[in-house]
């Protein structure tokens, strides 16, 4: 049975910068593409961020430049590091496997709260 931890979210001041964490276990990871996805009060989950299992990142336009997606494979472990950090990044993060269907996705983790605010 898959399960997701994500932990390392916090409050920041904008322009900062945090690592977040996903392990996941009850899956080998490196056989899926893995995401982080955020969904901020009131809006809808939105992807932020995927990774290949060739380790080829993609990035919403919102993040890009700014949001560095890895893996370490051998840790189950999926990462997110966010820098120059904006009040509207202000979400809770999720990572989860990520495919073109992954609204219909049924599991979530419990996420972890990212506060940007001075």
């Known amino acids: 049975q898959v399960h997701l931890v994500e932990s390392g979210g916090g409050l920041v001041q904008p322009g900062g910068s945090l690592r977040l964490s996903c392990q996941a276990s009850?899956?080998?990871?490196?056989?899926?593409?893995m995401a982080w996805y955020r969904q901020a009060p009131g809006k809808q989950r939105e992807l932020v961020a995927h990774?290949?299992?060739?380790?080829?990142?993609t990035y919403a336009d919102s993040v890009k430049g700014r949001f560095t997606i890895s893996r370490d494979n051998a840790k189950n472990t999926v990462y997110l590091q966010m820098n120059s950090l904006k009040p509207e990044d202000t979400a809770i993060y999720y990572c989860?496997?990520?495919?073109?269907?992954?609204?219909?996705?049924?599991?979530w983790g419990q996420g972890t709260q990212l506060t940007v605010s001075s």
């Open positions: 989860n496997r990520y495919n073109q269907n992954w609204r219909n996705i049924d599991y």
């Open positions: 009850g899956m080998i990871l490196s056989l899926y593409a």
């Open positions: 990774i290949t299992t060739r380790e080829t990142a």
